[in-house]
Structures are given as structure tokens and as C-alpha cells.
């Protein structure tokens, strides 16, 4: 399919959706039968929104804790919201697709008839129709959850998330990760979200719904960088959504929603350390917000320092010697800011910006030899948005982005006094790209109101390795189409019994990337309500990534190996081998085929009660790999489609012809005429992966002695396996080392009331099995629990009132991380999910002025 067809395409597609247009506005009068009973204001709030088939945005800190009147008898959608807020205080915001209740930001409660258009409070991550309800499980984690459980960033945040996998860039990541491959690597110093552990590559991290320039050798993004006290909330669809957003999201998409309408001043500090010694943390965030008429302002700041924990602070790794960082130490600023204006004609200019510096340094002995590593990594994007209203129902929405990171890095090796070896590389990265897209109801019909999407844009990604002799990179181009429809086939305006609401969905996108090629990714999605509360979810999509960059750009050279160094060699005396290994220019985009069920169980009979159970499935082929990975196996029959034995001399001149570099590691003289074996190890669409699991999530609140009670269990079971190419065959990925566990969850039970917030926490993740070397290791679980105790003040001196006060204590009884067999200069446990960190206490403090 070439642009220009894909083009056509949409636009007819476009053009026949969009031929029936009709006003809309009747539709927001039409009533629904309501019987709902006195509960939590929130649950019923909920259950209006499902059955008007309308979309609520709720602040669950402005409802937290509140019962809302029994609601029995015919109301229209906003009469009904009304009808529950009556005799409060809590603002109400009403806009073209949704209701918002309440604003934990703001100061002054808004105007129950304010008119807003505001873009990212009611954005719903999986879905660019405004009030589209959602095919996919949707995992939400507010400020209030991360500040109250004492993590000290959003990296610890989402690593606590079972559907969150430690490998690839997290600053726990040790040696011995390598094993697992080589993304592996505590490349950056930050956090890089990895659902389903497929690679942080193959999960999409937006900020406010834009992009970010990637970081590192696997092109993960760095969650951690943005401060606790910029973000409103953290969306996580973990289902393939290629559909929407194009690639990398294959395992889902994860959306730092930043704060709006904060007037004020919040600042904070940590402090903590590890009773086992090493680890000591600070940290101090300040957030500034200003409202004005018709527009706002909000710049946060943070900055953190980690003391490093060293293999001498574990009586279980002291044999690795001295210096042996477990965790790096490092430092961090890292800068936030948001504003957004309306502007004449009823539209909204607003503009985000992030900014993050890390340093952090590695001294390691190996051998005799002394590793000094020192890197720097910068980041900073900046992301203009314009909303515009077209017409009386429609809007366009009009994004662009630019973004770069440098990841600096200086290794050197010395043997006391003597400098072996001394190496300087930086991986940089940029993007910058614009996309627009129209917005708006089509027509209605019994059960609502049917609404479209389409648009279309273009992005650039440019990847440098840029070392003190060498450089290489380039960039890659990608210009795309989508389109979106959401039916309400039925809801409250037209339900029947076991028929509360149904509602069917569809998105396709068209993406042209210059040196991939082009793909075509549809989705479908189907949510059926038989009572107000039951949901039945399905969703069935195709999702990709492009290649990695440093795949497609990373330098291709040719080694020259003695015969001997291959297993079951019988080539003459004299003979060669000779390797080609790195990128290719000739990659095509991995591809995926995913699908989730889903039940969500609301009950009306217990208010605040919430059961959701989760079943997905990931088809993931053509992956990018180089095929072999143990070179001195490359004689065994499953590669013969990679090696050539006794090439001519055309072939071997061939394969030099197409490097960048060549390099004799025989000591001989090089004679292609002696070239027994050759090899091609470039990367390349070998491998495949299939993926299976199960999610539950559990929760429940109630009123509890003059506050409010409050519990939860969220669990994830996984199955992956993976072949490396069509002749090999399938081997586990969960369940071993430095892959995802089978098994993971977190539980949490606490209250909460006149000030004070107690809560405890608990964290099981499975044992994985240790493949390395006969026979394999079982490894054990690992079960830790959490306690948290904040105490808020109130006081009648405003410069004392909300200050508060947290003793958090992580590992309580201060577990260490299962055991795994011994290896030369590696961590003997499985780093990318277990921490040696071991008991951790920390106190805050913060307060809002």
C-alpha cells in the first residue's frame, strides 16, 4: 500500500462516515430511569455515567469519603449529576462530551454553569473520542495513591504495578541483568515502563498524550522524570492500541496526565535510608500554580540524590569484592511546566515542557581491572497544543513536539596506576512531529450519540552513537492517517432488560515510514452492560513497532575467527571464519495481534465494591535479532539458513563489500580463499513471542468510624514464550531468570479519617528458574510488606493548617532477594525483580500554601 492510496482511503472512509451528520443537541436533554440507592458518591456517579452513556470525570479527592442521596425517578444526564451534588460545595464543570466533578487543585470551587473546554481533563487514554468508553481494561494511579504509599517517584510507582516488569533501563538493574539481554542495562540511570516484560520499547509513555524523545540504547522512556507533584494522574491501558497512537504500543499505553487549575504552593522532602547500610535518599519537590481568568500556569521542580549500595553492605554479596555497586548512586533536577489559555472564539492554546538532568557513576573491580564509569543523561521536550471549536459540536485538535536526549557516557580501565583503556560514547536521540485530528458527534441515534475521529500527521525520530572516533545513526520518518467511531447501540436511554448498555467501537491507522515501509493496524472493540452493574469488555486489534534504531543504524561489521572458535568444526588447517554482525537497514516493522475479555462487577447491592477480571493474549512475531547468540554454536543445523559453509570468493567479497568495518582476529593474514564458514548475524525479523495472562483487580471502600475504609488486590499471571527463528523452537521467557515472573500482585488495606491515613501493603512476586547452566534453579518468591502513617494538621495558623507529616517502611521485615546460582563479577539474584535495597525507612514532609 503505497501513501497516496492509504490517503484516498481514509479520506473515503472519512467522507462516508461523516455524509450523516445531524445536530446532536436534543440528545443531551433525553432522560434515563434512575433507582439508585444511598451509597458512596462516587459509585453512583459512576452508575450515571453508565447508563446515560455519557462520560463523568470525577477528582476522587473532591469525593473521597462523601454518600451521595438516593436517586430514584426520570432525569436527563446533567440533571441527574446535579441531583447527587446537591447540598455540597464540590465543583462542577460542564463541557461539550463530558461532566467533570470537582478539582483537588483547585482552590476556589468553580461556577456549577462554567463553561470550559478542557482537552486533558477529559482525554481518555485508549480512546481520542471524548466520552468513549473504553474496550480495554484501564488501570488509573493518582497523586494521592503515589505520595500515600511513600513512593519516592513515579519509577518506584509503576515498578510496583503487577503488570510492570523491572528489565531494561531501571537503576536497579545489576551486572548479571545482561543474561537476560543486552537491553538490560542501566544505560540512562531512569525508569522505563515494560508491560508484560516484551521490552520498554514495545510499551508507548506519553506525557499529556504527546511523545517524548526516546532514551538510551533500547529506546525506553524515562518515567521517573517528571516530579510527583506536576501529575494529576497516570493512565495505563495494558492492550495493544496501534490503532490510536502507531507504534510501540504493543503491550499498551501508559499517560502522565499533568495538573491543571492548581493555584498555590506545595512543597516536599524525603528522607530515608536502608537499615542495612548504604541507599540514603533525599529528596525535595516544590509545585507553583496560578490560575487566572480563563487560563493557568503550573511549574514544578524536583531534585533527588541516592547514595550508592555496595556489594560490602550485603553479607550475601560481599565476595564480589570491593568496589561492587548493587545500585549506582546518582543525582537528579529535574523541571515541569504546564500552561494553558483560551483564546477568542471559544478555543484553548495550552503548552507542557519537561526537563531532567541525571548523573550518576559506576566503579566496578573485575579482574583485576578497575571499571570507571561516569554518565551524564539529559533530557527536555516541549509540546504546543491548540483545541479549536469548528462548527457547534466539533473541535480539532492540533499537537506538535520536539525532544532530545543525550545519554553521556565515559568508561576507562585501570590496573593501579595504569589507564588500560578509555572509552567516551553518547547515545543521542530527538523527535520532533505534529499531528491534528477533528473531533465530534456524527448523528444520533436511540442509544446516544455517535461519535468520529479523524486525522492524520507526521513524526521524525533521529538516533547518533557518537564515540570519540566513530559515529553513526540517521533518522526515520513516519507519516500516518487514523480514524476512530464509537456506537452506542444501546444505554439508558433505551436499555431493556439484560440490555443496559451496548456500545461498539472501531479505529484503523495508516503509517508510512521511509525505511520500513508501510502497515495497516485496525481495532475493534465491544463493552456490554447486561445490569448497571456488570461490564463485559472484548477488544481485538493489531498493533506494531518499527525498528529499533540503533538496530537499523548500528554499524555493520565483519570479524575474522579461527575455525576452532566453532563447535564441531572440521574445516582444514589454515581455514577461516568469518562473522558479520550488527544493523540493517532492511528491517521491517514488528508486528503483533492482541486480544483482551474482560469482566468489571460493580454491584449496586454493596457500594464501593469493584471486581475486575482480565484475560490477553499477544501474538508477537517478526521481532528484530540478530539469530545466533551464542556464536560458538553457529554449526548447529538450526542456523544453517544463516551460514554459508565453503563460500566462493564472490560471496565473501560480498560480504566485506557491505560493511562499515572489518576486523582480523586471527593473527594470520586475511586470504578470502581460506574462508571456510561465514556467517550472517545481522539483525533481522526472526523471533516470535506469544503471550498469555490473567489480571485481577479487587477493591472496596466504605464508611469506617468517622472515615473511611479502603482495600485492594491487584494480581497478574503471565505466560511468554519465544523461538528465535522458524527452524528453532519455542522457549520460556516467564518464570526465568531476568524475564518476567509468572505471578505478581499487591495488596493494600488501610483507613483514613480526621487527619490521620494508615495503611499497610503487600508485595508477592514469583520465583523464576535459572537457566544458565545444568541443572536449572528453581528461585523462591519473595513477599515483602509496606507501612504507611501520614498525620495532616489542621490548625488555625494558615502557615500550620495541611502541613503533614509520613512514616513510610518499606520491606518491613526485611527480606533479601532470592538466591541464584553464583556467577563471576554478576549479582547473585535476579536484579531486574528483586532489590537488595532490604528495609528502607523514610520520612516526609509537605504542606501547601
Known amino acids: 500500500m503505497t501513501f497516496r492510496t492509504g490517503v484516498a482511503s481514509a479520506l473515503l472512509a472519512t467522507a462516508a462516515i461523516l455524509a450523516p451528520a445531524a445536530p ?17 458518591l462516587e459509585t453512583s456517579l459512576r452508575a450515571v455515567a453508565r447508563s446515560s452513556g455519557h462520560q463523568i470525570i470525577i477528582a476522587s479527592s473532591a469525593v473521597e469519603g462523601r454518600t451521595a442521596p438516593a436517586l430514584k425517578g426520570q432525569y436527563s444526564f446533567e440533571q441527574a449529576v446535579r441531583a447527587l451534588l446537591a447540598g455540597t460545595d464540590i465543583p462542577i464543570q460542564i463541557t461539550q462530551s463530558a461532566i467533570l466533578i470537582g478539582d483537588s487543585g483547585s482552590a476556589v470551587a468553580a461556577p456549577a454553569d462554567n463553561q470550559v473546554s478542557d482537552e486533558d481533563a477529559i482525554t481518555v487514554t485508549g480512546s481520542r473520542i471524548k466520552g468513549g468508553r473504553l474496550a480495554s481494561p484501564q488501570i488509573t494511579i493518582n497523586r494521592e495513591g503515589i505520595t500515600r504509599a511513600g513512593f519516592g517517584d513515579m519509577g518506584e510507582a509503576l515498578r510496583a504495578l503487577p503488570q510492570n516488569f523491572g528489565g531494561g533501563q531501571n537503576p536497579g ?23 508484560r516484560g516484551i ?8 506525557l499529556n498524550g504527546h511523545r517524548l524523545a526516546f532514551g538510551g540504547l533500547a529506546q525506553g522512556i524515562d518515567i521517573s522524570a517528571i516530579p510527583i507533584d506536576a501529575i494529576e494522574r497516570v493512565d495505563i491501558v495494558p492492550d495493544g492500541a496501534s490503532a490510536l497512537y502507531g507504534s510501540d504500543a504493543v503491550a499498551g499505553v501508559v499517560n502522565v496526565i499533568l495538573r491543571r487549575s492548581f493555584d498555590g504552593l506545595s512543597l516536599r522532602t524525603r528522607l ?8 540514603f535518599s533525599q529528596q525535595y519537590q516544590a509545585a507553583f500554580g496560578q490560575q487566572w481568568q480563563g487560563g493557568g500556569l503550573l511549574a514544578a521542580y524536583g531534585y533527588r540524590r541516592d547514595a550508592r549500595i555496595d556489594a560490602a553492605d550485603r553479607d ?4 564480589l569484592g570491593e568496589p561492587f555497586p548493587l545500585i549506582p548512586g546518582q543525582s537528579n533536577h529535574s523541571l515541569t511546566l504546564s500552561a494553558n489559555q483560551t483564546i477568542a472564539g471559544g478555543g484553548e492554546f495550552s503548552i507542557d515542557a519537561n526537563y531532567n538532568k541525571r548523573k550518576f557513576s559506576v566503579n566496578r573491580l573485575a579482574a583485576g581491572v578497575l571499571q570507571r564509569s561516569n554518565t551524564d543523561d539529559e533530557t527536555f521536550a516541549v509540546a504546543p497544543s491548540l483545541l479549536l471549536p469548528v462548527g457547534p459540536a466539533w473541535r480539532l485538535s492540533i499537537t506538535g513536539v520536539y525532544g532530545e536526549t543525550r545519554t553521556n557516557n565515559f568508561t576507562a580501565g585501570f590496573s593501579g596506576n595504569t589507564q588500560l583503556y578509555a572509552s567516551g560514547l553518547c547515545y543521542c536521540h530527538r523527535i520532533y512531529g505534529a499531528e491534528g ?19 492524520g500527521g507526521f513524526r521524525s525520530n533521529r538516533y547518533q552513537a557518537i564515540g570519540v572516533t566513530s559515529r553513526n545513526g540517521g533518522s526515520e520518518q513516519d507519516r500516518f492517517l487514523f480514524g476512530e467511531i464509537s456506537v452506542p447501540l444501546v444505554s439508558g436511554l433505551n436499555d431493556a432488560p439484560w440490555l443496559h448498555a451496548l456500545t461498539l467501537s472501531a479505529a484503523a491507522r495508516y503509517d508510512s515510514y521511509k525505511l520500513a515501509g508501510d502497515v495497516l493496524t485496525p481495532r475493534l472493540g465491544l463493552v456490554y452492560s447486561p445490569s448497571a452493574a456488570v461490564d463485559f469488555k472484548a477488544s481485538w486489534g493489531r498493533s506494531f513497532k518499527a525498528p529499533r534504531l540503533s538496530d537499523q543504524f548500528e554499524r555493520a561489521g565483519g570479524i575474522l575467527f579461527p575455525p576452532s572458535f566453532f563447535l564441531g568444526s572440521n574445516a582444514p588447517p589454515g581455514s577461516t571464519a568469518l562473522i558479520l554482525a550488527g544493523g540493517s537497514r532492511d528491517l521491517r ?11 468489571d462487577i460493580h454491584p449496586e447491592s454493596v457500594p464501593g465494591l469493584s471486581v475486575e477480571l482480565s484475560y490477553f493474549r499477544i501474538n508477537y512475531r517478526d521481532r528484530v535479532l540478530a539469530p545466533i547468540g551464542n556464536y560458538s554454536d553457529s554449526l548447529n543445523a538450526i542456523y544453517s539458513d544463516v551460514v554459508i559453509l565453503n563460500p566462493t570468493l564472490d560471496q565473501v567479497n560480498a560480504a566485506i563489500a557491505g560493511t562499515d568495518f572489518f576486523q582480523n582476529a586471527t593473527g594470520g593474514a586475511f586470504d578470502p580463499a581460506n574462508v571456510a564458514y561465514l556467517v550472517n548475524n545481522y539483525v533481522r525479523n526472526v523471533a516470535s513471542q506469544k503471550i498469555k495472562g490473567v489480571d485481577v483487580t479487587l477493591s472496596y471502600s466504605t464508611p469506617m468510624a468517622g472515615g473511611q475504609l479502603a482495600a485492594s488486590v491487584g494480581g497478574s499471571w503471565i505466560e511468554s514464550r519465544q523461538k528465535n527463528s522458524q527452524s528453532t523452537n519455542y522457549f520460556d521467557l516467564a518464570g526465568t531468570a531476568w524475564n518476567a515472573p509468572h505471578l505478581r500482585f499487591r495488596g493494600n488495606i488501610g ?20 537457566r544458565r547452566r545444568l541443572p536449572y534453579r528453581d528461585g523462591k518468591s519473595m513477599l515483602t510488606f509496606d507501612l504507611s502513617a501520614s498525620y495532616t494538621l489542621a490548625s488555625n495558623n494558615p502557615w500550620l493548617d495541611g502541613l503533614k507529616a509520613q512514616l513510610t517502611v518499606s520491606n518491613l521485615f526485611n527480606r533479601r532477594p532470592p538466591y541464584l546460582q553464583p556467577a563471576a563479577f554478576a549479582e547473585p539474584y535476579d536484579s531486574t525483580n528483586y532489590s537488595p535495597v532490604g528495609r528502607f525507612i523514610a520520612l516526609s514532609l509537605s504542606h501547601r500554601l
Open 751 to 770: 483507613w483514613s479519617g480526621s487527619g490521620f491515613d494508615l495503611f499497610a501493603y503487600s508485595n508477592l512476586i514469583g520465583g523464576v528458574e535459572d
Open 589 to 599: 516493522p514488528e508486528r503483533a495481534t492482541t486480544q483482551s475479555w474482560s469482566v
Open 24 to 40: 446532536v443537541a436534543a440528545q443531551v436533554a433525553a432522560t434515563a430511569n434512575y433507582d439508585l440507592p444511598a451509597q458512596d
Open 199 to 206: 521490552g520498554a520499547d514495545a510499551t508507548l509513555t506519553l
Open 437 to 455: 485530528y477533528f473531533e465530534g458527534p456524527v448523528f444520533a441515534i436511540s442509544g446516544g450519540t455517535v461519535r468520529a475521529v479523524v486525522g
Open 316 to 319: 550475601y554479596t560481599t565476595y
Open 272 to 279: 530515608g535510608s536502608s537499615t542495612d547500610g548504604g541507599g
Open 173 to 195: 538493574v545489576g551486572r548479571g541483568a545482561v543474561a537476560g539481554g543486552l537491553t538490560n542495562q542501566n544505560v540512562t540511570g531512569g525508569s522505563a515502563v515494560n508491560l
